[in-house]
T-cell receptor, first 113, second 114 residues
């Protein structure tokens, strides 16, 4: 079963616009929610992450919004740039042990100049 | 600082052949992982190793075996390759941090089974 559902599958945004990618999870035991960015031919790299004790985390142009009651979290990219064009994955894991990440299906983001 | 290194980068196998994907990390991490990435399905965990000497199944372990050779190295073996195993394989390792976790991925191994 898909424990983390991500949408949209693809997204096109104009330069300077706001890109928004959404994820929903099922397992309330998840306590760590990272976003990964992947460029073609490369492995995913950690972009930003949040824990459920806060509702928002911002790092530069990237913001995670977290809604614990709705079991949803989203990535907002402000002032989107062509260099942000990549595939983005949300993920979730629960504490203890090896903390295995469960990934969403991915969103291919294209920023048009 | 190499991080997570995977070999080979590309491989074509015939159905029924066997092969091993090698992975090494130089960050002294305890936990290591193997994921596969398929279009529209994100990354799915095949096997993981929480520490040297231990391995456990992930979400999609069938058709694979792993070996945690030492703290640095974690290999993935396909005993009898099938076309359904055509995928991009990523090895990863995890840094234990007080405020969370960072999982570092290698650059991937593209495997085609014909």
């Amino acid at each position: 079963q898909q424990q983390v559902k991500q949408s949209p599958q693809s997204l096109i945004v104009q330069k300077g616009g706001i890109s928004i990618i959404n994820c929903a999870y099922e397992n309330t035991a998840f306590d760590y929610f990272p976003w990964y960015q992947q460029f073609p031919g490369k492995g995913p790299a950690l972009l930003i992450a949040i824990r459920p004790d806060v509702s928002e985390k911002k790092e530069g142009r990237f913001t995670i919004s977290f809604n614990k009651s709705a079991k949803q979290f989203s990535l907002h990219i402000m002032d989107s740039q062509p260099g942000d064009s990549a595939t983005y994955f949300c993920a979730a894991s629960m504490g203890g042990g090896a903390q295995k990440l469960v990934f969403g299906q991915g969103t291919r983001l294209t920023i048009n100049p | 600082n190499a991080g997570v290194t995977q070999t080979p980068k590309f491989q074509v196998l015939k159905t029924g052949q066997s092969m091993t994907l090698q992975c090494a990390q130089d960050m002294n991490h305890n936990s290591m992982y193997w994921y596969r990435q398929d279009p529209g399905m994100g990354l799915r965990l095949i096997y993981y190793s929480a520490s040297e000497g231990t391995t456990d199944k992930g979400e999609v372990p069938n058709g694979y075996n792993v070996s945690r050779l030492n703290k640095r190295e974690f290999s993935l073996r396909l005993e009898s390759a099938a076309p359904s195993q055509t995928s991009v394989y990523f090895c990863a390792s995890r840094e234990h941090r007080g405020d969370g976790n960072t999982i570092y991925f290698g650059e991937g191994s593209w495997l085609t089974v014909v």
